[in-house]
T-cell receptor, first 112, second 113 residues
Framework: GQNIDQPTEMTATEGAIVQINCTYQTSGFNGLFWYQQHAGEAPTFLSY????GLEEKGRFSSFLSRSKGYSYLLLKELQMKDSASYLCAVRDPSDSGYALNFGKGTSLLVTP | DAEITQSPRHKITETGRQVTLACHQTWNHNNMFWYRQDLGHGLRLIHYSYGVHDTNKGEVSDGYSVSRSNTEDLPLTLESAASSQTSVYFC????????????FGQGTRLTVV
């Protein structure tokens, strides 16, 4: 089984930086994914980490430490449109192969 | 452009009825997945398939079934709908190798009354 934890809600100010943490305990590991989901819409892919370290993609970066079972998503220069849920997901081949196992998501509110 | 589509987008059904939700992808992906999303639970895996005639149970498979007769489609059937199955259902697909992300359909909001 898996245990994937992330904060339920966060609030940040437009233009600021916010870090959303995710911790996981899984039997196996073959990648950690971050998705963004706006209300009433489908999740969309943001980032993927399988090796330790930082992956940067524009205003978004994601970090992974496999030994600590820890990841974070860093959002820079926040915009109002970044208000959404951010979903952390782990691929555990020992449990469900290629399927992603999701945490409950972090609802981010960006305020003016 | 390749895509993944779900139908219907919204459905209301009565308790005890059989319901089938459709999922169709044009990426020629081998891997297809069904999730349900509920407040307080996040996305939970119902069933998944890695190819034609392959199906596997996920975390919350009771009361649901899937079949994979071709690469493009993975319909989800609720054998006898229950109020506890009121939810938003998402279909997703991914290709090989295993490091490719999953692409999600727009979701089906199902209400069981």
């Amino acid at each position: 089984g898996q245990n994937i934890d992330q904060p339920t809600e966060m609030t940040a100010t437009e233009g600021a930086i916010v870090q959303i943490n995710c911790t996981y305990q899984t039997s196996g590991f073959n990648g950690l994914f971050w998705y963004q989901q706006h209300a009433g819409e489908a999740p969309t892919f943001l980032s993927y980490n399988v090796l330790d370290g930082l992956e940067e993609k524009g205003r978004f970066s994601s970090f992974l430490s496999r030994s600590k079972g820890y990841s974070y998503l860093l959002l820079k220069e926040l915009q109002m449109k970044d208000s959404a849920s951010y979903l952390c997901a782990v691929r555990d081949p020992s449990d469900s192969g290629y399927a992603l196992n999701f945490g409950k998501g972090t609802s981010l509110l960006v305020t003016p | 452009d390749a895509e993944i589509t779900q139908s219907p987008r919204h459905k209301i059904t009565e308790t005890g009825r059989q319901v089938t939700l459709a999922c169709h992808q044009t990426w020629n992906h081998n891997n297809m997945f069904w999730y349900r999303q509920d407040l307080g639970h996040g996305l939970r895996l119902i069933h998944y398939s890695y190819g034609v005639h392959d199906t596997n149970k996920g975390e919350v498979s009771d009361g649901y079934s899937v079949s994979r007769s071709n690469t493009e489609d993975l319909p989800l059937t609720l054998e006898s709908a229950a109020s506890s199955q009121t939810s938003v259902y998402f279909c997703a697909s991914s290709g090989n190798p295993s490091d490719t992300e999953a692409f999600f359909g727009q979701g089906t909001r199902l209400t069981v009354v």
